[in-house]
Structures are given as structure tokens and as C-alpha cells.
């Protein structure tokens, strides 16, 4: 890769971050026998390597080979800015793992259900690729498994991810949608759009991009890309054809059943049809892909069924920070005027007209938490007045859910929690809220004579 050192075997190399994937990086460089230094805050426990703190002065420890900057990392953070004027070469922790990987690799994007989508390839691949592993965002980094016999690697890909890679140059890659997230960080729609798009080998025409939308493809292919792009959708023209009402996706390859897809709404049938498309472009059988559609057992805290207490039925969708995920989650929910929705946490920059014309559509009831109610919460109530329900946490709503349906003034079959914010208000990320979410619902169960 460009600017990459052919061997870092002695080599100073200065991991910035020691977070998950900056720790995996560290393991990495270690088994390469580099010389690996952590920059971080403070020094992590049992690391086993030299430790500098942010304030370092990089012209005291040259010569620097390299600097493997984690994703959490402003682009601005002093050390970047050093590492510029000393001409030191600057890699994302996925960058590093590639430059030793020799497998087949797919990369998965887009601002929503990536998670859901990198898992459901590489489970659609398992039998043509024994031994795929899903990684990268979610799971394991890819440092971690990189240099192990691992035929195709599935990796999710953040935007903070891409934006410090070069050229990843993948087999596939998945690019599901676009919608305003981490503009705090990327500043405009079109600084997201060009760090999202840096996961495509633009030049080469064996690299397949499958991406959900035909303006999408035309706007890609306006840049003059040579690659070739595949798009899923409902329309006839789609390369990957959905059908609801016939329970089927259609490619060129083959027509795929999916009456036993175990994940509920359309917008898993978008992920199921990516996934399909990237699984043909990779070499998986059509007949081995049906066959695995029915065994996806779905991930933690996305759509989960966490049970039913008083007679309704409670889904965790903790995974959903924004607007836009919770609304492709719940945009082909049928019983909205049954539902009781859990909204809120920490707000992101997005315009609320959506959320507006969501919630006029006829949702039940909905608690409002956390930093959101805020901003939110006068929106909301313009919309359902006394069907709006403010709580400090989580706690104290389910307990005012419990009171509202115990006295009958909440007739609902669905509690959802699809909170559409971050969960840094309350709690240090979306699976412990979703976990606390999973105990409330389990504890009120347990009420239950």
C-alpha cells in the first residue's frame, strides 16, 4: 500500500489511541516485532508497551516509521497535525491489518444496518468460505484476526474508519445508504458521502460496489468510476428486485424465498438483498445462499424480541442512535396505533421533519428520556399531546408505562425501544442501554402473576 514500510520488524511505530482497535494494533505490531509505542490519555493496564502521553513531542521519538490513529481520534488532534509537518505516513488500524491480509475481503457501509448487513454476509458465504469471519466495527478488529488462514474477511466500515484509509482495495464493497449522522465530526453532507465512498476501488473493473439506490449509482458513476455497480431495490430495473407481497428477491442468478428470513421490516429485506448481491459477487452458490437465509439468528439489540410482559410484546432496538435507523426500522411496523415507542438519549444534528411526519402517521404512545426531551419534547407533544410521556431514564419511564397500562389509559401490544439518539447521556454505549432495557423488561415479566 502507498507509504506503507515493507517490513516493520524494528521499526517505531506510534499507536494513537488506546481504545478496542488501537489495542488490536498494538497486538499486531508486537507479532510483527515492531517497536510499538502507545499515545494515549493515560497508559492502559497489563499493555506491555512503551507509553507516551497526547502531549508527546513526535521530533523527540524519530524516527517514526508509521502512526496507526484510531477511529475515535480527531483529524485535528495535535499529534495528527505533528505527524503532517514531520512528513510521518498516517494509517487507520484497518489499513494496517490489510496490508497483511491475503484473503478475499467485503467491506459493508452506510449510515444504517451495517452491522446487521456485514454479519448476514458472512453468514450467507459460510459455505462456499468456511472459516468467513465478520469483523472490522463490530466484533473483532480486524488486526486480530488478519494474519490468521481466514478465506474472506466481511468488515464493517465506519465513516471515522474510511477517512483515515488509503486504498483498501477490497473484493467487494457495500455502500447501504446515506443519511446526516456525525456531521460534528465531517461538517456536510458531502464530506460524509466522500469518506463513505473511499471503501469503493474506484479504478479497478473487478471491484463490485452494491449499493441501495439508482440515483446513488448515477450520481457514482458521473465521477467516472470503472468499477461495477449493482444496486438492490423494488424497482423492476434493480439488479437485486424485493418483493413483500411475493416474498422473494430476484437477481440475475437465481430467485431467492424469503418467507423464513427471520428479521422483521423492509428495511431488512434492503440488508438481505445487499448481502445476496455481495455473496454472488464474492463466488457464494445460489443454492448454498438459500439455504442460509432461514439460519440468521440476528444481532444483539437491533429489532430483538426481548419477550412479552402483561400480554405485550417488547422489541430491542438499542442499536438505533439516529433518526434515520429508527425510522428504517419502524417504517413498515404495522400496528403503530399499538405501539408505545421509547425515544431518546443524546440528540444528534438532524432535522426532526421526519420524525414529525412519522409520528403523525398514527404511533400510540411515547416516552421521551434523557438529554432529548429538551429539544424534543415540545415537538412531540404538538403532535401527541397527552400520549407523550417524559422520564428522567429509563427506570422511571417503564414505570409510568406500567402505570399508564395498568390503569388502562395505554392500550398497547408493542413496547419499542428504538431510541434514535445516542447513548452517552446515561450510559457508556448502546449495549449496556440495551442491556438495562432487556432487566426492565425481564424484571416487570417476573411482576406478572
Known sequence: MKNFPTSLLGQRVLVLGGGVSGMAALRLLKERQA????CNSQPVP???VTFVGEDVILADLLPIALIVKSPGISPSHPVISQAHSLAIPV??????ARAFYSGKLIGVTGTDGKSTTTSLT????????PGATAGGNIGLAFSDFC?????????ELSSYQLEDSGPLELNVSIILNLASDHLERHKSLDNYFAAKTRIVDQSNPRH?????SRLFKERIQKLGWSCNILVFGREATNDAIISEEEKTIKTANSTYDTKDFPLPGGHNLDNLAASILAA????????????????????PHRFQYAGKAAGISFINDSKSTNLHSMLAGLSTWKDKKGTFLILGGRPKAEPLEPLKEFLASGIGWVL???????TWAPVISTILGSHLILADNLEEGFSQIKTAVRSGRARVSSVIFSPACASFDLYKNFEERGEHFLKLVSDWAREEP
Do not use: C, M, Y
Open 35 to 38: 517497536n510499538a509505542v502507545l
Open 122 to 129: 458472512a453468514h450467507l458465504t459460510s459455505s462456499d468460505f
Open 46 to 48: 497489563d499493555s506491555n
Open 208 to 212: 463490485t460496489l452494491v449499493t441501495s
Open 147 to 155: 494474519l490468521k488462514p481466514v478465506p474472506l474477511a466481511v468488515l
Open 368 to 374: 421521551l428520556i434523557g438529554e432529548a426531551r429538551e
Open 91 to 96: 494509517v487507520s488500524e484497518v489499513e494496517l
Open 280 to 299: 454472488e459477487a464474492i463466488g457464494a452458490k445460489p443454492e448454498h445462499i438459500q439455504r442460509l437465509i432461514g439460519t440468521f439468528k440476528g444481532l
